[in-house]
Protein backbone atom coordinates (compact mmCIF):
# COMPACT_ATOMS: atom_id res chain seq x y z
CA UNK A 1 0.00 0.00 0.00
CA UNK A 2 1.42 3.02 -0.89
CA UNK A 3 1.27 5.87 1.70
CA UNK A 4 -0.69 8.78 1.58
CA UNK A 5 0.87 12.08 2.76
CA UNK A 6 -1.54 14.91 3.88
CA UNK A 7 -0.95 18.55 3.26
CA UNK A 8 1.24 18.59 -0.27
CA UNK A 9 0.47 18.32 -4.00
CA UNK A 10 -3.26 19.89 -3.12
CA UNK A 11 -4.94 23.00 -4.20
CA UNK A 12 -3.42 26.11 -2.82
CA UNK A 13 -5.58 28.17 -0.26
CA UNK A 14 -7.34 31.30 -0.97
CA UNK A 15 -7.22 32.65 2.56
CA UNK A 16 -6.55 32.13 6.14
CA UNK A 17 -8.79 33.06 8.48
CA UNK A 18 -7.71 33.69 12.45
CA UNK A 19 -9.94 33.55 14.77
CA UNK A 20 -9.22 35.08 18.50
CA UNK A 21 -11.06 35.38 21.88
CA UNK A 22 -12.56 38.65 22.96
CA UNK A 23 -10.14 40.11 25.61
CA UNK A 24 -6.86 38.45 23.52
CA UNK A 25 -4.54 39.93 21.39
CA UNK A 26 -3.37 36.71 19.65
CA UNK A 27 -5.44 34.07 17.74
CA UNK A 28 -6.81 30.91 18.96
CA UNK A 29 -7.70 29.15 16.07
CA UNK A 30 -7.49 28.91 12.55
CA UNK A 31 -9.68 28.42 9.13
CA UNK A 32 -7.96 27.44 5.70
CA UNK A 33 -10.52 28.45 2.94
CA UNK A 34 -9.73 26.78 -0.36
CA UNK A 35 -11.88 29.12 -2.39
CA UNK A 36 -14.78 32.38 -1.73
CA UNK A 37 -17.63 29.43 -0.58
CA UNK A 38 -15.18 28.28 2.25
CA UNK A 39 -15.09 32.06 3.48
CA UNK A 40 -18.72 32.49 2.61
CA UNK A 41 -19.49 29.52 4.58
CA UNK A 42 -17.40 30.49 7.78
CA UNK A 43 -18.99 34.14 7.40
CA UNK A 44 -22.35 33.03 7.54
CA UNK A 45 -21.30 30.53 11.01
CA UNK A 46 -19.68 33.36 12.35
CA UNK A 47 -23.02 35.81 11.69
CA UNK A 48 -25.16 32.75 13.08
CA UNK A 49 -26.57 33.23 16.75
CA UNK A 50 -25.23 30.34 19.15
CA UNK A 51 -22.50 29.19 16.52
CA UNK A 52 -19.07 28.32 17.97
CA UNK A 53 -17.56 30.72 15.74
CA UNK A 54 -20.06 33.82 16.54
CA UNK A 55 -18.48 34.79 19.68
CA UNK A 56 -14.86 34.86 18.32
CA UNK A 57 -13.35 37.76 16.44
CA UNK A 58 -12.48 36.83 12.49
CA UNK A 59 -9.20 38.42 10.56
CA UNK A 60 -9.41 37.23 6.78
CA UNK A 61 -6.07 37.10 5.19
CA UNK A 62 -5.81 36.61 2.16
CA UNK A 63 -2.99 33.77 0.47
CA UNK A 64 -0.64 34.27 -2.42
CA UNK A 65 2.24 32.19 -2.79
CA UNK A 66 4.98 34.93 -3.56
CA UNK A 67 4.02 37.34 -1.56
CA UNK A 68 2.95 37.52 2.36
CA UNK A 69 -0.70 37.55 3.09
CA UNK A 70 -2.67 40.54 3.51
CA UNK A 71 -5.13 41.16 5.93
CA UNK A 72 -8.94 42.04 4.16
CA UNK A 73 -11.33 41.63 7.02
Known sequence: MKP???GYGGP???AVIFWREPGKDEASYKTVCYDEQDVMNMYKRHTTD???Y???VPSVQMV???E???QVA
Open 64 to 66: NGK
Open 4 to 6: TLI
Open 54 to 56: NKL
Open 50 to 52: GDF
Open 68 to 70: PMQ
Open 12 to 14: APL
